[in-house]
């Protein structure tokens, strides 16, 4: 059914639809909306869930990760300084292997005090072991945590489903809500493995040092490469049921293309209005949208980009005296592999909020197409130097 | 039909400062805040002006100068209250005002350091600091403005919200009890207790004002009316109404036992000074076991 839904509401109607049966939250700008639809929804009976609102972010984790652990499929949402203080237990949710999802409503970080959005706080946890993907708009992000838990029930690895904050948490959009029928036959009843249970008890979370460690590490990683095929498959089966399909990257106006946009979340609907308004002029750019960034797509990027002359990557954080957390990936994608050589330039755009309007991205176009080298690896647009 | 908009004015940056250089210092208490901050963002009938106000006053009563004073807060609507005081604040992450004031504290015993901030944040993210630092009977001066819900982000349940309340993710009413602040502060160590509603100004300013004579970590909440986030679910009216019912409600019992403090919905809040008493502060601890043992062991190895 054809709905007008924020991001914050395509969220929870998604985790409804995926029958959770523990959220526990804490509230933050701007993921707020998630949560209070949730706790609306266990009142009047839309959905059977248990609903707690702890006292922090770090126990919001750590309450999901216990009801996971038990079996239950279970749920949170946050934002920014929210999501820097779930660190410790990110890295808890991955290394135990619990396959829970969340949604994180990108926002930056502080000081100073921001609430808008910049995706500085889910860069930062590219390291923790959770698969992540970048949405563009409400529909992706509704469709995007239904088949988070496929993939994350699949190889056991927890998910985080990105938005941007504002421009889709608070932005209210037409969603194609599928039926229940339809997400039931997709995502079947949740079952764990290897969980909590008296009947048949096991010891979680036992030390292990040089002996085994490195081995569960090692299949940690080996999840992760399986998740791309998880998301594949998971992508094509939700395509069958309900027509809507997005892949790992997604190309647009490629074909022949000697410069490409790099771009994830929302600027890229911004970029595709300037792909097409270029291409009238007759300028041969074209745009890749990365939508799963853990694990990396290495190979597609490799095949996608690896014959271009120019790629101008658009990065909405940055890695302090590195640069552009995207661009260094797709540099390192692009490194030491069979193909020419593309020189990649990597902007730095939209900190805490700031607008990247159609004429920024015609500036990041312009000056790719000028450049003779990059004359850095970051180049900030906007920041008025 | 035709609209006639208003003509849209350029940004004239000398008229404005202008304005705030005249409009600044109008009230008697304009020192102490930062002009050009007001007017604030809170809502109308919000408890929050009240106890800025309040804080204000006794800085005043006590004769303190803004260079003697720093105040540090967290995040929410209270936190606010940093920003538009016209001194040495700092506005910090959600839920570490205390520690934060722990170690201006250390650094510098010399000022009164206010920590002053919400409920949410000083007992639900920031909990754990709070009863440490009350335990420590580090000097500091904690002003907890107690509005039973997290105002900024909505309106949503947190650790003071009362059993059976309505809040923005309790619609069918709350399934927790809310603490007991002055009884968790009394039970953590602190020197100092006392509650008052934002229809106690005077109570309040006297309160504040002897607080900063205590030595040690002394704490005062403020329940203060929220019209949005915690009035309107529980149907206590607006922001005047919210206030007639704290007239209505609350019974003044000095030295009353902070166990019988409980607040529930509409039933009777205590208000008043519950503790008031004496024990070294840390840094008094500190300089007696610590310090002076080191330097007796130096000065008995030099011998
Ligand atoms: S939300 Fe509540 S606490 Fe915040 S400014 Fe408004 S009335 Fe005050």
Redesign the interface.
């Known amino acids: 059914m054809k709905k007008v839904l924020m991001g914050d509401h395509a969220v929870s109607h998604a985790a409804m639809l995926s029958r959770v049966q523990v959220i526990s939250a804490?509230?933050?700008?701007p993921q707020?909306?998630v949560?209070?639809e949730l706790?609306?929804a266990c009142?009047d009976g839309r959905l059977k869930a248990k609903?707690v609102?702890v006292?922090?972010?770090h126990s919001a984790m750590a309450c999901i990760i216990g009801a996971c652990a038990a079996g239950s499929r279970a749920f949170t949402a946050t934002s920014s300084?929210g999501l820097a203080?779930m660190h410790e237990m990110l890295h808890w949710a991955s290394g135990a292997r619990l396959p829970v999802v969340m949604a994180n409503c990108n926002r930056a970080l502080?000081p100073p005090?921001n609430i808008l959005c910049d995706h500085s706080d889910s860069m930062s946890q590219r390291d923790t072991g959770w698969i992540q993907f970048y949405v563009e708009s409400n529909q992706e992000a509704l469709d995007t945590v239904i088949q988070a838990y496929r993939i994350a029930e699949k190889v056991l690895l927890p998910v985080m489903v990105n938005l941007d904050g504002f421009f889709l948490t608070h932005t209210a959009e037409v969603v194609d809500v599928p039926d229940q029928d339809q997400v039931d036959a997709y995502l079947p009843p949740f079952s764990l493995p290897y969980k909590l249970d008296v009947e048949d008890p096991h010891s979680f979370g036992a030390i292990c040092l040089d002996d085994n460690f490195m081995a569960l590490k090692h299949d940690m990683q080996a999840a992760m490469d399986l998740a791309r095929d998880a998301a594949l498959e998971a992508d094509e089966a939700f395509a069958e049921i309900f027509g809507r399909k997005y892949g790992l990257l997604e190309p647009y106006r490629m074909d022949h293309a000697d410069t490409v946009l790099v771009t994830n979340g929302t600027i890229t609907g911004t970029a595709r209005e300037v792909v097409d308004d270029l291409r009238r002029r007759g300028v041969s750019v074209g745009l890749l949208k990365v939508r799963m960034l853990r694990p990396f797509p290495f190979a597609p990027v490799r095949s996608l980009l690896g014959d271009r002359e120019r790629i101008a990557v658009i990065d909405r954080s940055v890695s302090y005296g590195l640069a552009g957390g995207l661009a260094c990936e797709i540099r390192s994608a692009l490194y030491g592999h069979d193909h020419g050589r593309p020189r990649v330039f990597g902007y730095i755009a939209g900190l805490g909020g700031k607008d990247v309007v159609p004429s920024d991205i015609e500036e990041i176009v312009n000056r790719t197409l000028t450049y003779e080298q990059p004359p850095r690896d970051d180049i900030w647009i906007g920041a008025g130097t | 039909m035709k609209r006639h908009l208003r003509e849209l004015q350029p940004f004239n940056k000398e008229a404005e400062d202008k304005h705030i250089r005249e409009g600044h210092g109008l009230h008697p208490l304009d020192a102490y805040l930062k002009p050009g901050r007001i007017p604030h963002i809170w809502c109308p009938g919000c408890g929050l002006g009240v106890a800025l106000t309040a804080y204000i006053e006794a800085l005043h009563r006590k004769k303190f100068p803004v260079d003697q004073c720093s105040v540090v807060s967290g995040i929410g609507c209270t936190g606010r209250i940093a920003g538009y005081l016209d001194m040495d604040t700092y506005?910090t992450?959600?839920?570490r005002a205390i520690p934060f004031a722990t170690g201006l504290a250390l650094a510098r015993p010399d000022l009164h350091i206010t920590v002053f901030s919400g409920d949410g944040d000083l007992f639900?993210?920031g909990?754990n600091h709070m009863i440490h630092a009350a335990r420590r009977n580090v000097n500091l001066k904690v002003i907890c403005v107690n509005n039973f819900n997290?105002g900024?982000?909505?309106g949503?349940?947190?650790?003071t919200t009362p059993i059976d309340a309505k809040t923005?993710?309790?619609?069918?009413g709350n399934a927790e009890p809310g603490f007991n602040l002055p009884h968790l502060a009394h039970a953590s160590g602190a020197i100092y207790v006392a509650r008052w509603t934002t229809f106690h100004p005077r109570q309040l300013v006297h309160s504040i004002s002897e607080s900063f004579d205590r030595k040690g970590f002394t704490f005062i909440e403020v329940i203060a009316p929220c019209p949005i986030g915690y009035g309107r679910p529980n149907k206590l009216g607006d922001g005047l109404e919210e206030m007639r019912y704290y007239r209505e409600m609350s019974e003044v019992r000095n030295g009353a036992d902070p166990g019988t403090a409980e607040i529930r919905l509409r039933d009777k809040i205590l208000v008043g000074k519950f503790v008031d008493k004496e024990r070294p502060d840390f840094l008094e601890n500190y300089n007696n076991l610590v310090i002076a043992k080191a330097q007796a062991g130096k000065k008995g190895r030099a011998a």
Request: charge should be negative.
């Open positions: 804490y509230p933050i700008t707020t909306y949560v209070e706790a609306e009142r609903f609102m006292e922090s972010e300084h203080l502080g005090w | 506005h992450t959600h839920g639900a993210i909990g997290y900024m982000t909505g949503q349940a947190g650790p923005s993710t309790t619609p069918m």
